[in-house]
C-alpha cells in the first residue's frame, strides 16, 4: 500500500486538519495534536463527565474518530508509533475541563 506523505515532520498534523476539516463536529485545539468535540462548551454545561483518551498515530490518528456525542470528549494524538508528549495531555484536559470532573483513559 503506498501512501502519500507531503512532509513526514507534518503527516500527524494535516491527517487531524483533514479530519476536522470534512467533520463539523470535532475542532482542533491550537497548536496541540488534540481533536476535541465542536459542542464541548454544550457538554460541560450539561455537567456531563469529560472523557479523554489518546496514543501513537502508526496507522493514523484513529482515537481522533473516537471524539463525539457519547463518546471521548478530546482525543491526544502522539506523533508516528509515540505516545503523545504531557503538554498535550495537559491541554486537552484544560480544555474539556467543566464542574464534573474528567476522567484521563490510559491504555498500554
Do not use: Q, W
Not at 1 to 23: F, Q, S, Y
Not at 79 to 84: A, G, L
Amino acid at each position: 500500500m503506498k501512501k502519500l506523505i507531503n512532509d513526514p515532520a507534518r503527516v500527524v498534523p494535516e491527517m487531524l486538519e483533514g479530519l476536522v476539516a470534512i467533520d463539523p463536529r470535532l475542532s482542533l485545539l491550537d497548536g496541540e495534536p488534540v481533536v476535541v468535540r465542536s459542542d464541548i462548551a454544550a457538554a460541560r454545561a450539561r455537567g456531563e463527565v469529560a472523557l479523554i483518551s489518546g496514543g501513537g498515530s502508526g496507522h493514523e490518528p484513529a482515537h481522533a474518530c473516537y471524539v463525539g456525542p457519547g463518546m471521548l470528549s478530546a482525543a491526544v494524538c502522539g506523533d508516528v508509533f509515540t505516545s503523545p508528549g504531557t503538554d498535550a495531555v495537559l491541554a486537552a484536559i484544560r480544555a474539556v475541563a467543566g464542574p464534573a470532573g474528567v476522567l484521563v483513559i490510559v491504555k498500554n
